[in-house]
């Protein structure tokens, strides 16, 4: 069915200044965007369409990505945040037993249902506000049997939500007690089994990792990208978040897709970002929760000219957020992006984060229906406004929802 979307403004976000279109209308079919444009343009074959849907003068953008989360885990960490305000640093917690390794323990001892229901209701808050594409990581496993678990319930959350799930294995997110002071013995369990077992179940479309002084070196990562490209799996990195190890630039090496919080990104790495063509995806929700006063940065990335991605980073230990907006507004008063920089982040960019921007992420013609019409006077109040639910209409391949 061919389906015209008449009576609205449209931020495409292919280019600067939102890319606009007013008073234009998108014309739909078989899931993807057939014609975009201003109303008093369209073709004559599609002003008698099958379905006529009138937007009400909404501004219409591309649907949101969620590029960053590990919204798959058991438990919380509010103990933890409450000795975070009483002082103790995120390192401390961790050498005491706490940070990743509490949440691996929790998520060892949930069965699949359990972690299922509980992702799924944090990911329906995502969903509301116009969330239609999602990263999943493992990495709260650390071993073969909780990776694969949690990778089966990533499966189980692709087959069920009416988004599109992208799933990713970061089983080199911390060193499991059973390994401690073994770090290369366990990178080494990454590489023969971990990786290798669950590629043949296809159970993931991308390899992370941690690249920090408290979890991987640079060169235990190196093997890590090296196992996952003689797999034939793209890559990604959590880089340069407390110091920087030079992340930013192996993953560059490796041609990832992106390198992901960059408080301490050096400007060789933001240059080897850019000739490879690796999306800078920044965190302000982990920023802010911790407390962090290092912002990335910011001029270097658009001296550089490196797409620069926004996420949740939902996660249990430093970033419990259920709210990709609120990461906009954070990313613009904390980070000084502009309104149009926090969008591009949480669409197109975002897109070429997860490997996807030939299909989603911009309203253009050929790429997937997906876009949100808001009840707003400009794109801008989609990252001023902080909290609540703005009004809305999301239509995902081509359907409302």
């Known amino acids: 069915m061919i389906t015209l979307w008449k009576n609205c403004h449209i931020a495409t976000m292919q280019n600067s200044k939102y890319s606009e279109i007013l008073n234009g209308a998108i014309v739909t079919e078989h899931q993807k965007i057939k014609w975009v444009g201003a109303l008093n343009q369209l073709p004559l074959v599609f002003q008698d369409a099958e379905k006529t849907i009138d937007l009400n003068g909404f501004w219409v953008t591309p649907a949101f990505i969620d590029c960053h989360t590990h919204a798959i885990f058991g438990g919380n960490r509010s ?15 961790a050498k005491q037993g706490g940070g990743i390794n509490s949440t691996v323990q929790d998520t060892r001892h949930a069965g699949e249902d359990t972690l299922y229901f509980n992702a799924k209701k944090r990911i329906d808050a995502l969903i509301k506000e116009g969330v239609m594409t999602i990263e ?17 319930v990533a ?3 692709k087959e069920t939500l009416p988004i599109k799930v992208i799933t990713t294995c970061l089983a080199a997110h911390s060193i499991p007690i059973e390994y401690k002071d073994r770090a290369d013995d366990y990178i080494d369990h990454v590489c023969d089994v971990i990786l290798p077992e669950l590629a043949k179940e296809h ?16 060169q235990q990562v190196e093997k890590v990208f090296l196992t996952a490209h003689k797999l034939g799996v793209p890559v990604k990195l959590h880089a340069e978040q407390l110091s920087c190890q030079e992340g930013a630039s192996l993953v560059a090496q490796f041609n990832g897709l992106s390198a992901d919080h960059l408080e301490y ?24 929760f911790l407390r ?15 797409k620069i991605a926004i996420s949740t980073d939902m996660n249990p230990g430093t970033s419990p957020t259920l709210s990709l907006r609120l990461m906009m507004n954070m990313a613009s008063t904390l980070f ?4 149009e920089e ?26 997937k229906a997906n876009f949100v019409a808001w009840d707003i006077q400009h794109p801008s109040e989609i990252t001023y406004w902080l909290g609540g639910d703005l009004s809305k209409r999301c239509i995902y391949a081509g359907e409302e929802q």
């Not at 999943?136 to 089966?152: F, P």
């Not at 159970?203 to 979890?215: I, K, Q, R």
């Not at 962090?292 to 550089?304: A, F, M, N, Q, S």
């Open 79 to 93: 103990i933890e945040f409450e000795k975070r305000l009483n002082g103790m640093s995120y390192a401390d917690i």
């Open 336 to 339: 000084c992006l502009t309104p």
């Open 292 to 306: 962090e006063t290092k912002v990335p940065p910011i001029d270097l990335l658009r001296k550089h000219q490196v």
């Open 265 to 288: 990104l050096s400007e060789q790495g933001c240059l080897d970002m850019a000739q490879a063509g690796t999306v800078a995806v920044l965190l302000p929700g982990a920023f802010y």
């Open 136 to 152: 999943l990581k493992s990495g709260y496993g650390l071993d073969y049997e909780n990776e694969r678990k949690m990778l089966l």
């Open 203 to 218: 159970l993931y479309d991308a390899v992370d990792a941690f690249c920090e002084h408290l979890a991987f070196s640079k």
């Open 342 to 367: 926090s969008l591009l982040g949480v669409t197109i960019h975002a897109a070429h984060a997860l490997g996807l921007a030939d299909d989603e992420g911009s309203i253009e013609i050929g790429k």
């Open 155 to 157: 499966k189980r959350l």
